[in-house]
């Protein structure tokens, strides 16, 4: 097991959540403690969820789990786009991070399915 914050896929999930909370911060009082606080929310279940799922000899129920939430996080992320709260270069932004950590997340899960099927060495 490698350790979690070495993972490409944490390091840039972290650097989502960082980004969300630069951006909550700049929301305005009527989304920041709705909005905002579910944003921040999801993006801190993401970070777990890959710490678990590093942790975990199975994991692709983890990370079906982890796709989930990183969808959630996007819809979410969209809501504030359309509400105009995140200006478009920012949207942007968040969704290239989020299309890349979807990415690795896929290819994990691909890896993790291969790894739970394969036969057991005697």
Not at 8 to 31: D, G, K, M, S
Not at 42 to 57: C, P
């Amino acid at each position: 097991m490698a350790q979690y914050n070495l993972l490409p896929i944490f390091q840039r999930a972290y650097q989502l959540a960082l980004e969300t909370h630069r951006a909550v911060h700049q929301f305005p009082r009527e989304h920041k403690y709705a909005l905002g606080a579910k944003l921040k929310e999801i993006v801190a279940q993401l970070l777990d969820l890959i710490v678990e799922a590093n942790s975990r000899t199975r994991k692709s129920e983890v990370l079906e789990e982890t796709r989930v939430v990183l969808e959630r996080f996007r819809i979410h992320l969209r809501l504030a786009s359309d509400l105009k709260i995140l200006g478009l270069k920012r949207f942007e932004a968040f969704n290239r991070s989020v299309e890349e950590i979807s990415k690795q997340l896929a290819g994990w899960l691909e890896w993790s399915k291969k790894a739970e099927h394969a036969p057991a060495d005697v």
